[in-house]
């Protein structure tokens, strides 16, 4: 993995076999990507601090885990000092590399996490989970002030699928294996856990169930919180085992207080997960809708309707004109192609300016894609939807997860890209679109830079959706960069919970989602999370500052501090006021055609 | 409702109609139903004792409530000491009340009900929240040795559908409204909530949340927990506001923390909960399955497939011998077509002794209906189930609130029923339903008494289902009744735990099944609901003593306190070692046909 970016070294974005970026990026933020202008640091210029690590903690680690699985060197510990959002990229890239772990270690068996938990909180040392660190809440850094030992457990040598029962359709499975390793080995054994967020191959089982993650195809095999059943956890008070039943009326389910808890209650050592038989048949099927109101009637229709597809997926007009320009140098074959259809969409009476790319993926045996496809193709008929054919899901499905490198292409040019996500009941979705665009353009004019906001609806539910929002500045030059980053993005949050949408869908809350936790869940939510931290880790060992008690990180971002803060009111499910920058009203749902 | 049994005064179980339910009865439990033994005390004979109430509160809750909603009357203090568990029934109907609550009020807004909450936190009171008091595990008694005032809260005025967002298929509405007033407000509108526990006309919308309710169309439209999205629920620090999105990062669900709650975190004022319009076409029919085995294989098999009923729903030989002994009456054709059913069962090579009923449901148009019909015959005729219309698919929908009545009905002829239900994987259920009906008999044989246990299986998931078990026996005389139920109910509930099941799939944990929380949860399971339950109520003003801390009634029902405890261990998900009592085996998963 890179120290200083995304993914893996030998991979990176590059705008040279697509035409049509260029004048694009240059056209919204007047930046020439053509001409980069500054990398990151040198790796032998960082100043690595010395280890805070008694000699006796560091021994008795070495006896538990073994001593070549205990790191206390500089390249180990940068890589474990953060995830990968934005400002950890900012910071890293210019050297400033926060509260890094003293040492890593890596147990490679449930014995060996129990008795690492165990070591640290007889130290009275700091302990942070670390998976494959893709993280982008700032879920994985200490707290800058923090003087006892930190030590990031790294899961990666817990990489196994245990068993599958085929019967019951469950496999249990160690929290640090990858995504692709964990398909690799289900694969191999005709199954799938069908979990595919964009961070697939830089993320694993416990981090996407720390952070309560969603994943492409979730329409279908349900976000990771309806997938996992058991679990095996190290906590203070020893291994908690939740047993794999379907259902159950025990209680407040301690399953999901696991659920994302970002490492807070103990280090999750393996799970028990729904598992599928890979699908006969798999298609993602392109479309075209006319507008953005359009695209989203149509998938709040699909979702009341009976048709089940596995992912619905629409982009609005700025993101359709993104992914427009970077497609990839076409052949004479592709360019006549495409002409016809651009006539075809005019004599349709589409303005190409204003027109949505969707993508409604199906799976399964011939006859159920058969029957969803007409299903889906009845609901989405009044909505002016265009199938497209295979092509452009193809594309979308072979490049999914290579998203995150333009992220540290467009640092190296100088412009800051990143990425909100929230979810709504569908009745607020517009509103909610409304008022975050006009935010973030409103933040854009406000600090007087250029800057390019868009966004994709990326999974359907019964009630609502989530939105999916990708922004980018160019910095003015006259402030600090992150701090004009830290308005737009301020601004942008502050709309999802002043619009009764939710601070984070799938992101998960660590230090960077903190400060609007009390405006989402409430005042009494909060102290409902604090009760259980505070009674399960009375030491605050377990990475302290995430999700409540973050106040270092709102003063870093200029946030006011808790009592300033409002107290989360209810906001009505059906809104009484017009949305703040009246996007085109969502046609009202008809009676739905049935599958 | 009756103070000292199941439901409405003028509703009571009869057998005349049922000739041949009491020979069944009789040759099964010895007892003839035609002889009344004896009925409950009179209500005169009661010793209702004074209540423990400081005026000055009487006199607050009369300020908050309005005096006419503030009750001390014997009779309400009654009805609101407890729920309806067979435990409940038998001393209530002795005489013995336990710690009747000092006083009733009933709040009519969600301002009332918050100012009562702070009312009794401020008196050092006791606070219970009583929806229609059908609980049976123990939810709703105070502890016998409380000394402080005991408020039962009756949520009866909270009844109320507040909003339908009919875009989203959202609704909002009050805890207390009855499962028959709450439908009845979403039919008149063409919405339905779809939730139908067997207790549903004398439940609330609040208790299911509670208690993690499951209703008999779950497999359609999710258990409670799913259907409920948002939440207001009075808190000892302020009004917890959980939004209505449809999924979200957030940290650890507090959502998921009030469901299953029991009263212990607050009261909760209302929830903003999935609605669906009312189905097209609405059809259960009735199937009938050569062995156990078989019907357990099909079920799974449908699960597994792309198939998707409303209602999988089989009962086991004993239970479908038991259901067809309460029979009305029947027409010379009635009984004409019964014999021809019959001797096309023999030719089909059924045997009669061990054939299955089941329901399986089909909801939504016509053309989802069909389809789902053809699917559902395509999986289950490998193994051998046969469609035998809608008759009884229709009588079992019409008479499926009526069998809690049939608990008094015994009573008053001395045999003590009851039910406990669980959940497992598909591929331990064999195994559960072996070792449970063994316990149940090993228990009847231990106790020489005549006994009775059947079983169905009620829901189904991804990975398992849940299985309900009804048990009966007719009390030696020899020792407490209520002593020799304790050990056929205890054997039942440790066969769950030691086989990997749940110690409840919907009904709760209460006090009744306190007991084996930690054996199916884990020693740290417990300590995270107690940090949780100290942390937001240090006083224990809140319901005390449900869930953990229920020692005083471990001691009535003669069980070992917490030091005695095994702590849980993970079962392994597939079983290694034959099932006790060896059942027939379940087939194994065919490549299954597709829907």
């Not at 180990?76 to 926060?98: E, F, M, N, P, Q």
């Not at 190290?234 to 047993?243: D, I, N, W």
């Not at 993104?322 to 006549?336: P, Y």
């Not at 009246?582 to 008809?590: D, L, T, V």
Request: aromatic share 6%.
């Amino acid at each position: 993995m890179k120290w200083w970016g995304w993914g893996d070294e030998q991979v990176a974005f590059t705008h040279e076999d697509k035409p049509a970026l260029r004048p694009f990026i240059l056209r919204h933020l007047r930046v020439d990507i053509a001409k980069p202008a500054s990398g990151p640091i040198a790796f032998e210029d960082l100043r690595v601090p010395e280890p805070v690590l008694p000699g006796a903690l560091a021994d008795r680690l070495r006896e538990v885990a073994g001593a070549e699985h205990v790191s206390t060197e500089a390249i180990d510990r940068v890589i474990h000092a953060r995830g990968k959002s934005l400002r950890d990229l900012v910071r890293t890239r210019a050297g400033d590399l926060g509260r890094i772990p003293d040492l890593v270690v890596r147990p490679g068996d449930e014995d060996e996490l129990a008795a690492v938990l165990r070591a640290a909180l007889d130290a009275d040392a700091v302990v942070i989970a670390f998976g494959a660190g893709s993280n982008i809440s700032g879920s994985l850094e200490a707290p800058g002030d923090e003087t006892r030992t930190v030590i990031s457990v790294d899961m990666g040598r817990l990489d196994r699928v245990l068993s599958i029962d085929p019967v019951a359709r469950l496999a249990e499975i160690q929290a640090g294996v990858s995504g692709p390793r964990l398909e690799e080995q289900l694969n191999a054994a005709g199954w799938t856990l069908g979990h595919f967020p964009d961070s697939f191959t830089h993320s694993t089982l416990g981090g996407w169930i720390a952070t309560r993650s969603s994943g492409m195809q979730s329409d279908k095999y349900g976000d990771i919180a309806e997938l996992t059943r058991g679990l095996r956890v190290a906590t203070p008070s020893g291994m908690l085992v939740v047993r794999p039943v379907p259902s159950t009326s025990t209680g407040p389910s301690v399953r999901e207080m696991i659920l994302g808890s970002e490492g807070r209650l103990g280090l999750i050592s393996s799970a028990t997960v729904h598992v599928h038989r890979l699908p006969e048949e798999r298609v993602i099927l392109g479309y075209l809708f006319p507008t953005w109101a359009a695209a989203l009637a149509a998938m709040r229709d699909i979702a009341a309707s009976e048709a089940s597809p596995s992912v619905t997926r629409v982009s609005d007009a700025e993101e359709t004109a993104f992914s427009f320009s970077t497609r990839k140098r076409s052949s004479l074959l592709d360019k006549v192609k495409s002409k016809a259809l651009m006539t075809f969409l005019g004599r349709r009476g589409f303005d190409v300016d204003a027109m949505c790319l969707a993508f409604i993926g199906y799976e399964g045996s011939e006859r159920h894609v058969k029957a969803q496809r007409k299903a889906v193709a009845r609901v989405i008929k009044p909505h002016g939807g265009l199938g497209i054919g295979t092509g452009p899901g193809e594309l979308y499905d072979q490049k999914k997860f290579d998203t995150p490198y333009i992220r540290d292409f467009l640092l190296d040019r100088g412009v800051l890209a990143d990425v909100s996500e929230t979810a709504a009941p569908w009745s607020r979705l517009q509103e909610v679109y409304g008022a975050v665009t006009g935010a973030a353009r409103g933040a854009f004019a406000e600090l007087g830079v250029h800057g390019y906001v868009m966004c994709h609806l990326s999974h359907s539910y019964h009630s609502g959706a989530c939105l999916y929002f990708t922004f980018a500045i160019t910095p003015s030059g006259r402030r600090e960069p992150l701090d004009e980053y830290a308005t737009v993005k301020n601004a942008i949050q502050q709309a999802f919970v002043d619009n009764g949408a939710t601070l984070s869908h799938h992101h998960a809350v660590g230090t960077e989602h903190a400060r609007w936790l009390e405006q989402d869940i409430s005042r009494p939510g909060v102290t409902m999370l604090r009760a259980l931290f505070d009674g399960v880790d009375p030491g605050r060992n377990l990475n302290p500052g995430k999700l409540v008690d973050a106040e270092e990180y709102h003063q870093a971002m200029n946030l006011p501090g808790p009592s300033q803060r409002v107290v989360a009111e209810s906001v009505p499910i059906a809104p009484a006021q017009p949305a703040p920058t009246s996007p085109e009203p969502i046609p009202e749902p008809r009676p739905a055609p049935q599958a």
